[in-house]
């Protein structure tokens, strides 16, 4: 997920954190030089360590301390409850095996006032475009890296037990069946919901 469009996301959206961050799916860490000095310190959470070491590289390159964790979204996240101000969620969500409980795991280690940032693709609003992400999903996923096209994130994010309070949606250039776009805000509801 690097090119043009999704770094201007990026610019657009990561400033936005503050405080102690959990970044869900770091990756390459694509997301570090987006990161404002509002932020004391990145836990960078992903499974893949040819990922991490990249990340590793870049993160040597800004003045932010960064923290990586070797594990999926969907374990038992080794952080304490409600010790993060800010979740970054990039890209990552369409990816992670269980992601309501990746959710929850995110809700749970999130402070009350803190806020979750996401920018993730997924189901398309479009019936037809839609009908083609389920066809295509069982062999994307193998070759996409466990890649979902066809997760509806805001509905995800809903019944983790979160409000989402700013949600921008649209397709991003590219084949309609990978680029349609979320990007928004959200918080905890103070509710556990039934996953």
């Known amino acids: 997920m690097r090119n043009e469009e999704t770094t201007r996301l990026r610019a657009a959206w990561i400033p936005l954190a503050r405080g102690e961050?959990?970044?869900?799916?770091?990756?390459?860490?694509?997301?570090?030089?987006?990161?404002?000095s509002d932020v004391h310190r990145v836990y960078g959470v992903d499974p893949s360590l040819e990922l991490q070491r990249m990340a590793r590289k870049r993160a040597?390159?800004?003045?932010?301390?960064?923290?990586?964790?070797?594990?999926?979204?969907?374990e038992q996240l080794p952080l304490s409850d409600a010790s993060f101000d800010t979740v970054v969620m990039t890209w990552t969500l369409c990816s992670i095996p269980n992601a309501?409980?990746?959710?929850?795991?995110?809700?749970?280690?999130?402070?009350?006032?803190?806020r979750l940032i996401f920018l993730e693709h997924g189901r398309a609003p479009d019936p037809g475009v839609a009908a083609w992400q389920?066809?295509?999903t069982p062999l994307w996923k193998p070759i996409g890296g466990g890649c979902?096209?066809?997760?509806?994130?805001?509905?995800?994010?809903?019944a983790a037990g979160?409000?989402?309070?700013?949600?921008?949606?649209?397709y991003l250039p590219g084949p309609r069946l990978m680029t349609y776009t979320y990007q928004g805000l959200a918080?905890?509801?103070g509710t556990d919901a039934a996953i």
């Open 21 to 36: 961050v959990l970044e869900i799916g770091i990756g390459s860490g694509l997301n570090l030089p987006f990161y404002s």
């Open 100 to 114: 309501p409980k990746a959710l929850q795991e995110i809700k749970r280690v999130l402070k009350a006032n803190g």
């Open 134 to 136: 389920e066809r295509i």
């Open 162 to 170: 979160f409000r989402i309070t700013e949600l921008k949606t649209c």
């Open 60 to 74: 040597m390159a800004e003045p932010i301390e960064v923290e990586f964790l070797s594990q999926s979204a969907d």
């Open 187 to 189: 918080e905890t509801t």
């Open 148 to 158: 979902h096209l066809n997760r509806k994130i805001d509905d995800l994010i809903v």
